[in-house]
């Protein structure tokens, strides 16, 4: 399966027969004495008072930009369009792909199509990113058929949102954001769009799941069994209320063509970046400075965790984390006073904090609890700083060899340290090969891989290891945790000492 980058939502739903609903409230169906279960009642008799009241504030979106031509011939028809698959088999069926020599002809102009909507009267438009990405020349045209042209305000990468801006001589007619974080699993939405460029178009559904992620880190997406196709990226998703509550961005296909399952990125997420873009022209996230996995039971077992929450520290680079003294190995139980349950939520709150103030960090270290003051910095200006270095296919290894936990290991050596790019004094066990029937095996361990820490201690030769799988024994363990550096990327796994 293959992820479209395209939106929109329908697929007509029924409510429940009217003989099967009164059934089931004839029973108490083991909800106690005379209990009658909840029902979410109030599926609309029409969606066209909804409609009629936002339509005015969806807006039509064609983007232009100048491309090489095409060498082959085949007609240039705009992106989303219902012919651009039409002439693209025709095309193939008939032998006339484009090929790599053929002489090129004049640039010419592509066009492409997606939707979006209006937030507020002087003219401000939300869509996606990818709607607009690379064009030179942004039309908007309104519910009236009135048309204008748009500059680009920001844009933002992570969540696929751009900010539009038009100027127009009368207010225009917008809509607010809701709360997303308000949408159950079976709410009505509705959403608008230009779907295949046929122009406004409505569609309606229920939402299907909630907190889907597809591929970015501050993914949090509404999914909705209504039918998504091109042209419809960038289009709202409305609660019966008529706030918005998503913005259509992506389907789950095999095909490319709508099956059901699409994706709206939630409004309380677009709105945050939404806001930052209309103020700054840009995103300000804020930014910790870990890196971080979640805990799993097996690795709060090994630590000593009553339950699996929280986000657990691998690696602390310079920056406001190590400043303020946050360590790997430590796991961070709440953040400026939210609970964390996984790395989603913290990854989450902090893009959310504000940079340059000081936050509360509670952390779990060495069994007991404790909180640090961190200082958050910019994550835009800190993702250009260098990673650790890679670890090369070849590194030279010691004679002396030993064999734990279904690992073949042999101490660091200065040699092996100046192949992974590590400095003098850097410590740790190196992997020369893995059991293939093992547990290190099963859960990701290979050969060239480097274990730095055993039980939260460092590691300085294999006898280290086997000291602390001895205490892990004694002290009743199950597992033992080990920090392990993989291409230069550190990860806590925690492997049976049994």
């Given amino acids: 399966m293959q992820l479209s980058k395209e939106t929109f939502v329908i697929k007509s739903m029924r409510s429940l ?10 029973l108490g169906l083991g909800f106690g004495p005379g209990a009658v279960p909840a029902f979410a009642f109030g599926a609309p008799e029409s ?5 009629e009241g936002v339509s005015p504030s969806v807006v039509n979106i064609t983007t232009s ?5 095409r060498a082959d011939g085949v007609p240039m028809v705009p992106k989303g369009s219902p012919f651009e698959e039409l002439f693209k ?5 008939n032998g006339q792909g484009l090929t790599p020599d053929a002489p090129q002809q004049e640039p010419q102009r592509e066009e492409a199509l997606g939707s979006g909507f209006v937030i507020s009267a002087d003219g401000y438009i939300v869509t996606n990113n990818h709607v607009i990405e690379g064009a030179d020349e942004i039309s908007i045209e309104f519910f009236s058929g009135e048309r204008l042209e748009a500059k680009v305000v920001g844009t933002d990468l992570k969540t696929d949102i751009a900010l539009l801006k038009v100027e127009s001589d009368t207010p225009l007619p917008f809509v607010a954001f809701g709360d997303s974080d308000a949408m159950r699993v079976g709410d009505w939405v509705m959403a608008m769009g230009n779907p295949l460029g046929q122009g406004f178009s409505v569609s309606a559904g229920i939402v299907s799941a909630r907190g889907r992620e597809l591929s970015g880190t501050y993914d949090d997406f509404l999914q909705t069994d209504a039918a998504i196709n091109k042209g419809n ?13 998503g913005v ?4 789950l296909s095999p095909t490319g063509g709508s099956i059901g399952i699409g994706f709206s990125m939630g409004s309380n997420v677009v709105s945050k970046v939404v806001a930052q873009l209309q103020e700054f022209g840009e995103t300000r996230r804020g930014w910790l400075g870990v890196r971080i996995q979640d805990v799993t039971p097996d690795v709060a077992e090994a630590i000593g965790l009553a339950d699996a929450k929280g986000a657990l520290i691998t690696d602390v680079p310079e920056g406001p984390a190590k400043d303020a003294g946050l360590l790997a190995g430590d796991v961070i139980m709440t953040f400026n006073g939210v609970a964390v349950d996984d790395v989603r939520d913290l990854t989450r709150n902090v893009a959310d904090s504000p940079i340059g103030e000081a936050v509360p960090v509670v952390v779990m270290r060495d069994g007991a609890q404790m909180t640090i003051s961190v200082t958050l910095g910019r994550r835009e200006t800190a993702e250009g700083e260098n990673e650790l270095a890679a670890v090369p296919e070849d590194v030279p290894v010691e004679p002396e060899v030993s064999e734990l936990l279904g690992l073949t290991l042999v101490p660091l050596d200065d040699a092996a340290r100046e192949a992974l790019g590590m400095p003098a004094n850097a410590t740790g066990v190196l992997v020369t090969g893995v ?14 891989d480097l274990l730095t820490e055993a039980g939260q201690k460092k590691l300085i030769g294999v006898a280290d290891l086997q000291e602390r799988l001895s205490e892990a024994k004694e002290a009743g363990r199950k597992s033992i945790l080990l920090l392990v550096r993989t291409n230069g990327d550190p990860r806590f796994v925690a492997l049976s000492v049994e």
């Fill in 435 to 448: 059991d293939v029937s093992s547990e290190a095996y099963a859960k990701g361990l290979r050969e060239g």
């Fill in 89 to 93: 088999d025709f095309m193939e069926e």
């Fill in 233 to 245: 990226s960038g289009g709202p998703l409305f609660n019966m209320e008529g706030q918005v509550i």
């Fill in 65 to 69: 930009a100048v491309i090489s031509a």
């Fill in 17 to 26: 027969p009217g003989p099967l609903l009164a059934v089931f409230l004839g």
């Fill in 248 to 251: 259509n961005t992506a389907i």
């Fill in 47 to 51: 969606f066209a008072d909804l409609a």
